[in-house]
T-cell receptor, first 112, second 115 residues
Framework: SQKIEQNSEALNIQEGKTATLTCNYT??????LQWYRQDPGRGPVFLLL?????KEKRKERLKVTFDTTLKQSLFHITASQPADSATYLC???????????FGTGTRLTVIP | GAVVSQHPSWVICKSGTSVKIECRSL??????MFWYRQFPKQSLMLMAT?????????EQGVEKDKFLINHASLTLSTLTVTSAHPEDSSFYIC???????????FGSGTQLSVL
């Protein structure tokens, strides 16, 4: 069966450290993978997109890697801040499809 | 950036009544909009794809007669939960892509509570 797993439901990290979130997928052939941030009671907000032929993408303190052999994406937040506390969702779209499938999310808490 | 507006933010209704949720693209035209449902501590589950001027496409297991979708204009899609029951209580979120962009712009969501 198809699965998108974010293997940490919750992650606590000290302010200033690098947070690393993991997204693993099974039985998908993604054209690209996206990461979103969701705050409680709100809709997700797009952060980064990485395509199947890209290894790494950066945006300010954010970095995403994509390994199609391992079927895994890693999402890093460097110099983490309490304001980074939120749930982070990975999502992928398969080649030729027209909708996103979401992982279960990781709730990140950055402790001051 | 692109903005998607969703109303109402929350609604409480009695079992058996119908509830309409609106999703508007404020600064762009959306020929396609997506409706998701999210239960507590679970991920977003796609319910249906709303297509302007044509019938919506429903995901497997979603009752089209219960969740009525209308996409009558390029900036508005509505989801009507008909004869709502307590098990329909959930967080409903709409989203839309802008142009050919792959990323989605999400509404702020609607928390539905059916008593």
């Amino acid at each position: 069966s198809q699965k998108i797993e974010q293997n940490s439901e919750a992650l606590n990290i000290q302010e200033g450290k690098t947070a690393t979130l993991t997204c693993n997928y099974t039985n998908y052939s993604p054209a690209y993978l996206q990461w979103y941030r969701q705050d409680p009671g709100r809709g997700p907000v797009f952060l980064l997109l990485i395509r199947e032929n890209e290894k790494e993408k950066r945006k300010e303190r954010l970095k995403v890697t994509f390994d199609t052999t391992l079927k895994q994406s890693l999402f890093h937040i460097t110099a983490s801040q309490p304001a980074d506390s939120a749930t982070y969702l990975c999502a992928l779209e398969e080649t030729g499809a027209n909708n996103l499938f979401f992982g279960t999310g990781t709730r990140l808490t950055v402790i001051p | 950036g692109a903005v998607v507006s969703q109303h109402p933010s929350w609604v409480i209704c009695k079992s058996g009544t119908s509830v309409k949720i609106e999703c508007r693209s404020l600064d762009f035209q959306a020929t396609t909009m997506f409706w998701y449902r999210q239960f507590p501590k679970q991920s977003l589950m796609l319910m249906a794809t709303s297509n302007e001027g044509s019938k919506a496409t429903y995901e497997q297991g979603v009752e089209k007669d219960k969740f009525l979708i209308n996409h009558a204009s390029l900036t508005l899609s509505t989801l009507t939960v008909t004869s709502a029951h307590p098990e329909d209580s959930s967080f409903y979120i709409c989203s839309a892509p802008r142009g050919s962009s792959e990323k989605l712009f999400f509404g702020s969501g609607t928390q539905l509570s059916v008593l």
